[in-house]
């Protein structure tokens, strides 16, 4: 399957108040191939939001720094060098992009339908009539109810589930080639969490868009996507088939996260947990930042990061495997 995003050793810093360099991105590299989902997990403060504002260089900058790295999109040009028209023109075009919190992305001065109608207008010649048509459709393709009470209402009405299949309508609207859903369903409970990732689902089969879902829920990549990147304290830790990890953890971090998934296949009154939690930016321990957590840790893990080894189709950068993979 050819590769639609390509995120080659992207680092992004940020200066902190003490004008030290805060480094939330470290050396990063992922694929979203087209028409499949790619996963990225994490707990929170790991990275994966700032790689995902990164693919669109949503970062204001300043304080964002992009370091270094590139952001390679359908094999043509480098997403981080293109200039504001252009980066314009690919957000809610050929990339569209859904957020945790919808409440935040629409604005409540505004009806839906306005919203709706200006995010056509941007990217295609349609008058207010058609755009107002093709917002039914979008609306009705989001699997929203009473379509035309739902364009006439301020996002403050509307339920969370709601405008967040507000929000896809609104991403779809110029049929993206790539949807970026940065924790789409963190603020909803389990019943619409699950509905708004079926409705991606069946959206993306549709129209075979590709899809990058940010999600700190191993579980829902595992049942989700195609391929699954693993990030800890902005590091890529592992990455491979989105099954083989969840089936066969490699890294410590990662079997961590899949043991203390719930499943019905525990048995245990309490489930395991990472002892500890993830350093802040301006405190990551030097060597593999796990390795405070680590129950594996050598003693190398406290002084050097450790190289990337490949297996096969799959990616891990842990001491335990250096020098053990094959490529
Ligand atoms: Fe643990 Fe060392 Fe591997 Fe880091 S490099 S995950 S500390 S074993």
């Given at each position: 399957m050819d590769s639609l995003l390509e995120a080659r050793n992207l680092q992004v810093h940020f200066r902190g108040p003490n004008k030290e360099i805060l480094k939330a991105a470290e050396g990063v590299s992922f694929e979203a191939r087209k028409g499949e989902t790619l996963g990225i997990v994490g707990e929170s403060g790991c990275g994966k939001s700032v790689c995902c504002m990164s693919i669109?260089?949503?970062?204001?900058?300043p304080p964002a720094i992009y370091a270094g790295g590139e952001m390679i999109f359908d094999g043509r040009f480098d997403i981080l060098k293109l200039n504001k028209k252009s980066l314009q023109e690919l957000r809610g075009g050929r990339i569209g992009m859904i957020f945790q919190e919808p409440m935040a992305a629409?604005?409540?001065?505004?009806t839906i339908g306005q919203q709706m109608r200006e995010a056509i207008q941007l990217h295609l010649p349609a008058t207010k009539a058609e755009a107002r048509e093709m917002s039914c459709d979008l609306l009705a393709k989001a699997r929203v109810p009473d379509v035309s009470r739902v364009l006439d209402s301020?996002?403050?009405?509307?339920s969370g589930g709601m405008r967040q299949r507000v929000m896809i309508a609104m991403a779809l609207s110029c049929q993206p080639d790539l949807l970026v859903a940065d924790?789409?369903?963190?603020?909803?409970?389990a019943t619409i969490q699950s509905q708004i990732i079926d409705l991606i689902s069946s959206i993306q089969e549709e129209t075979g868009m590709s899809v990058i879902l940010v999600t700190h829920d191993l579980s829902l990549v595992s049942e989700t996507a195609d391929s699954m990147l693993v990030m800890y304290a902005g590091f890529a830790c592992e990455s491979a088939p989105a099954n083989e990890i969840s089936e066969h953890p490699l890294h410590p971090y990662t079997k961590g996260l899949v043991e203390s998934r719930p499943s019905s296949r525990v048995t245990a009154s309490r489930l395991p947990v990472i002892p500890g939690s993830v350093p802040s930016l301006a405190s990551k321990p030097p060597g593999c930042p796990f390795h405070p957590r680590?129950?594996?840790?050598?003693?190398?893990c406290a002084s050097q990061f450790p190289p990337e080894t490949a297996y096969g189709n799959r990616k891990v950068s842990c001491w335990l495997y250096a020098g053990e993979g094959s490529s």
């Open positions: 669109l260089k949503l970062l204001p900058s629409l604005n409540p001065a505004y301020y996002s403050f009405s509307l924790e789409p369903t963190t603020a909803l409970d680590c129950a594996y840790a050598k003693a190398i």
